[in-house]
């Protein structure tokens, strides 16, 4: 008795959640029918780093320097 009321319970929200996809499938309106006008649009552009933000490259100290701060 509990397991055919829980298999139509079952059944029953499948063919809920089916009907309501098939249902958004007819409203949703298709893009091709429309398409948008895009002569006259420029393309986004990705933002870019700014200047300045690579690594620096030190140079080494001269071996004198090493001698005199030991």
Known sequence: MWTAILVLIVVLLINVFVWRFVARLWTL???SANPPDTENMF???KPRPKSG???VALEEPDDD???LDE
Request: net charge positive; no cysteine.
């Open 29 to 31: 309106p298709h893009e």
């Open 43 to 45: 393309a986004r552009v």
């Open 53 to 55: 933000a690579g690594a």
């Open 65 to 67: 320097q090493r001698q």
